[in-house]
T-cell receptor, first 112, second 113 residues
Framework: AQSVTQLGSHVSVSEGALVLLRCNYSSSVPPYLFWYVQYPNQGLQLLLKYTTGATLVKGINGFEAEFKKSETSFHLTKPSAHMSDAAEYFCAVSEGSYKLIFGSGTRLLVRP | NAGVTQTPKFQVLKTGQSMTLQCAQDMNHEYMSWYRQDPGMGLRLIHYSVGAGITDQGEVPNGYNVSRSTTEDFPLRLLSAAPSQTSVYFC????????????FGSGTQLSVL
């Protein structure tokens, strides 16, 4: 069965610092992997996705993630945090079926 | 296009009451789903539908019923509300199995007293 583990329920960084949000997955077949972002009082929006091909995936707002099969990881990074990046971030996995399984989320706080 | 529309945005129920959360999409999406979001637990899939007349259970289906009589609508029914169903509920849809992006509604905050 597929599952997702997000390490750290809260991450705090200074504005301009590197953002690193961790995600590990479990899947019996090659997975599809996603990062979604949720701003306060809103639904989730897709940041980026990995299905096949290049393992380094670029998304919106300067975020990127790298699929590492050997580590079963799909960590999200951004070189320089902006105040507007403060939100909750969710990693998700799908085995190519209709079901999308989400992690428990990581709340990113950006300090001025 | 309005996207995915959920109503109501807020609802307070007493234990044992019933209600229906509404979800509609105008994008001709084949797939629709309901998630509940609880602190520290992320989003958990309740039920999903891959087309009109076809529904299936997700991770946490107990206490919830769904039906899909049209492509556009996918209501979620609580037959006898319990405090454990206090949560934020999200409806999400995507075009078909090959489509990767889920479109989310803005959520319904439900409190059961």
């Amino acid at each position: 069965a597929q599952s997702v583990t997000q390490l750290g329920s809260h991450v705090s960084v200074s504005e301009g610092a590197l953002v690193l949000l961790r995600c590990n997955y479990s899947s019996s077949v090659p997975p599809y992997l996603f990062w979604y972002v949720q701003y306060p009082n809103q639904g989730l929006q897709l940041l980026l996705k990995y299905t096949t091909g290049a393992t380094l995936v670029k998304g919106i707002n300067g975020f990127e993630a790298e699929f590492k099969k050997s580590e079963t990881s799909f960590h999200l990074t951004k070189p320089s945090a902006h105040m507007s990046d403060a939100a909750e971030y969710f990693c998700a996995v799908s085995e190519g079926s209709y079901k999308l399984i989400f992690g428990s989320g990581t709340r990113l706080l950006v300090r001025p | 296009n309005a996207g995915v529309t959920q109503t109501p945005k807020f609802q307070v129920l007493k234990t044992g009451q019933s209600m229906t959360l509404q979800c509609a999409q105008d994008m001709n999406h084949e797939y629709m789903s309901w998630y509940r979001q609880d602190p520290g637990m992320g989003l958990r899939l309740i039920h999903y539908s891959v087309g009109a007349g076809i529904t299936d259970q997700g991770e946490v289906p107990n206490g919830y019923n769904v039906s899909r009589s049209t492509t556009e609508d996918f209501p979620l029914r609580l037959l006898s509300a319990a405090p454990s169903q206090t949560s934020v509920y999200f409806c999400a849809s995507r075009f078909d199995r090959s489509a990767e992006k889920l479109f989310f509604g803005s959520g319904t905050q439900l409190s059961v007293l």
